[in-house]
């Protein structure tokens, strides 16, 4: 998924929820961040003390990508659950929707929302959780799992030719910008997304997976009677997600009465045509970010009426880090919402990489 649900989307099912604003704002501001923390340079205070960043994300086209390390430090534990489905150790790694560990990770996380870094936490599980809706069927490593077969693509929405554009060329753009060959959506060789991303992930299909209102799917190149896969409805399994988000902030807001506000909730059935029009909408990034907005603003998200979402700045976050390398007095530093978000970063991948997968017999790290 993208900003418009790692953030927007998120902020909305948690304030419909009946979540405080502010709070709101945490954790959907740490559901982004997952992806846009990609900093693994420690910070040296004038005292002597040191903060060892925790990575969660490195930007897609990075080499680093294709480091065994990154890929199981970081792509596994906050971006491809593992599934823990099939015989091999491979297929296991396969991530699988809403799965059995994904509901572990849920239950003992949210076990840990009495810490001072409940809300960032809660942000962190939300991204893994909602990805797990995004990237099914792909691993966070180099895997022959995750290679389709060459212009197997295809697509069962009729898309307006401006967004069949903007899907291509962000496609190109995937892809270095590789010559066109074949037409529409078949002109971006699969091989060759799977050699720039090593197979990682789901480089091979692109970006696809992230874009709501695609109704999808390809040929894997491990499948040997050469069918296509189940067709992939990206808009369904969004408002899945946001259903099944929706309740976990639920139980949140009853359990935890200091993160609630009462005012805000409504129950999902009352706004869920109105996601389920966002979700559906054939725009770039920024139009559905506008949109979810917008619902906002026109009142048809929360049980107040008319709000306004903030908008997202990673340079917030990113400013704080910046702020603490200038620091002369390292206790300072769990005032910063950076500080927090590491500290819940680090539980979560303890968390998943030595104790639920490993209670699985799966081990990764």
């Known amino acids: 998924m993208q900003l418009d649900m790692h953030y927007y989307g998120t902020y909305a099912m ?18 982004q961040f997952v ?16 903060l060892d960043a925790e990575a969660t994300a490195h930007h897609t086209m990075h080499l680093k990508n294709l480091s065994r390390e990154d890929q199981r430090q970081i792509w596994v534990p906050f971006h491809f659950l593992p599934g823990n489905e099939g015989d091999s150790y491979t297929q296991r790694l396969v991530c699988k929707k809403d799965s059995e560990i994904a509901q572990e990770m849920i239950k003992y996380n949210v076990a840990l929302l009495n810490q001072p870094f409940a809300l960032p ?8 959780y909602a990805d797990t809706f995004a990237h099914y069927g792909f691993s966070g490593v180099s895997s022959r799992h995750n290679k389709i077969v060459n212009n197997s693509i295809a697509f069962h929405v009729s898309l307006s030719p401006d967004i069949e554009k903007y899907i291509t060329d962000k496609a190109k753009k995937f892809v270095n910008d590789y ?9 971006i060789k699969s091989w060759l997304a799977e050699e720039v991303t090593g197979a990682l992930g789901h480089g091979a299909v692109m970006t696809y997976p992230d874009r709501p209102f695609l109704v999808w799917n390809f040929v894997y190149e491990n499948n040997t009677d050469g069918a296509h896969c189940p067709v992939r409805n ?12 929706h309740e976990i902030f639920q139980r949140v807001a009853k359990e935890h009465p200091d993160f609630a506000d ?4 409504i129950d999902f059935s009352k706004i869920e045509s109105t996601v389920k029009e ?5 725009a770039p990034k920024e139009g559905r970010v506008d949109a979810w907005k917008k619902a906002a603003r026109n009142g048809l998200l929360f049980g107040t009426g008319q709000e306004t979402i903030p908008d997202y700045d990673e340079n917030v976050w990113h400013n704080n880090r910046d702020n603490l390398k200038r620091t002369k007095d390292s206790r300072v530093t769990p005032g910063f919402p950076v500080y927090r978000f590491y500290q819940a970063a680090a539980v979560h991948r303890i968390n998943i990489l030595r104790h639920i997968l490993p209670a699985k017999e799966l081990i990764v790290a």
Not at 179 to 187: A, I, R, T, V, Y
Not at 262 to 265: E, G, N, P, T, V
């Open 14 to 31: 948690a304030r419909a929820a009946g979540l405080k604003k502010e709070v709101c704002e945490t954790i959907a501001t740490a559901a």
């Open 35 to 50: 992806d846009d923390n990609a900093e693994k340079e420690s910070v040296f205070f004038r005292d002597g003390a040191r």
């Open 121 to 128: 936490l809660l942000g962190i599980i939300a991204h893994v």
């Open 179 to 187: 010559p066109k060959e074949g037409g529409l959506f078949h002109n």
């Open 234 to 245: 990206n808009p369904e399994t969004y408002v899945e997600f946001c259903v099944k988000i």
């Open 262 to 265: 009462k005012a805000a909730f």
């Open 278 to 282: 966002i979700i559906n909408l054939q």
